[in-house]
């Protein structure tokens, strides 16, 4: 069982919006801005997505958006493309002596 | 550009011992932190290790604490993962990624990864 929740399939037509949430703890997501999203496509290495909740770095899309509101952080990806359809994996830094933790990852179908 | 490439990956017996390698170029090795995060097949991702750039304080996943080790050699532009007494839950395609932010702290997200080692713990 991942330390983050995160739901484990969402899907959206192309052109809509979906939003990926990613709860997790006052020992996590509640105190420390250190949240960051991850797209992993089928064989692929990850690829960051959004970092410290809501920076997108340069050369990824505006259509992803990162916010964060108490334990719960959110993934919202605008205009839906068809390759949009990866895995993704939210992740926080944690007061715990784990350091870091991930969500199980929530596969987006693009139908 | 930037680029991480893993080696070392494998087949070992429980119990036996690998050593996984990082070669980094297109940055400047000894400003930036390194991790590894490991993904079990068919499963999610989980950090296992990071040092920062000077290679003087280093990190564990409790997972792994005892057992892995996690060094650096700033002239070669190489990162190393010791993994020691290695259990089948070891069974993972190991990446290293490069941290996101220059300097001694880490900012605990990761702007490039290699493209992963497989490690197979099975007798």
Redesign the interface.
């Given at each position: 069982q991942s330390a983050l929740t995160q739901p484990a399939s969402v899907s959206g037509s192309p052109g809509q919006s979906i939003t990926i949430s990613c709860t997790g703890t006052s020992s996590d997501i509640g105190t420390y801005n250190y949240v960051s999203w991850y797209q992993q496509h089928p064989g692929k290495a990850p690829k960051l997505m959004i970092y410290d909740v809501n920076n997108r770095p340069s050369g990824v899309s505006d259509r992803f958006s990162g916010s964060k509101s108490g334990n719960t952080a959110s993934l919202t990806i605008s205009g839906l493309q068809a390759e949009d359809e990866a895995d993704y994996y939210c992740t926080s830094y944690t007061f715990s002596s784990t350091l870091v933790v991930f969500g199980g990852g929530t596969k987006l179908t693009v139908l | 550009q930037v680029q991480l490439v893993e080696s070392g990956g494998g087949v070992v017996q429980p119990g036996g011992s690998l050593r996984l390698s990082c070669a980094a170029s297109g940055f400047t090795f000894r400003s930036y932190g390194i991790h590894w995060?490991r993904q079990a097949p068919g499963k999610?991702?989980?950090?296992v290790a990071?040092i920062r750039n000077e290679g003087n304080n280093r990190?564990y996943?409790?997972s792994v604490k005892g057992r892995f080790t996690i060094s650096r050699d700033n002239s070669k532009k190489t990162v190393y993962l010791q993994m020691n007494s290695l259990r089948a839950e070891d069974t993972a395609v190991y990446?290293c990624a490069k941290d996101?932010a220059a300097g001694y702290s880490s900012?605990?997200?990761?702007?490039y990864?290699?493209?992963?080692t497989l490690v197979t713990v099975s007798s």
């Amino acid at each position: 069982q991942s330390a983050l929740t995160q739901p484990a399939s969402v899907s959206g037509s192309p052109g809509q919006s979906i939003t990926i949430s990613c709860t997790g703890t006052s020992s996590d997501i509640g105190t420390y801005n250190y949240v960051s999203w991850y797209q992993q496509h089928p064989g692929k290495a990850p690829k960051l997505m959004i970092y410290d909740v809501n920076n997108r770095p340069s050369g990824v899309s505006d259509r992803f958006s990162g916010s964060k509101s108490g334990n719960t952080a959110s993934l919202t990806i605008s205009g839906l493309q068809a390759e949009d359809e990866a895995d993704y994996y939210c992740t926080s830094y944690t007061f715990s002596s784990t350091l870091v933790v991930f969500g199980g990852g929530t596969k987006l179908t693009v139908l | 550009q930037v680029q991480l490439v893993e080696s070392g990956g494998g087949v070992v017996q429980p119990g036996g011992s690998l050593r996984l390698s990082c070669a980094a170029s297109g940055f400047t090795f000894r400003s930036y932190g390194i991790h590894w995060v490991r993904q079990a097949p068919g499963k999610g991702l989980e950090w296992v290790a990071f040092i920062r750039n000077e290679g003087n304080n280093r990190f564990y996943a409790d997972s792994v604490k005892g057992r892995f080790t996690i060094s650096r050699d700033n002239s070669k532009k190489t990162v190393y993962l010791q993994m020691n007494s290695l259990r089948a839950e070891d069974t993972a395609v190991y990446y290293c990624a490069k941290d996101g932010a220059a300097g001694y702290s880490s900012s605990w997200y990761w702007d490039y990864w290699g493209q992963g080692t497989l490690v197979t713990v099975s007798s």
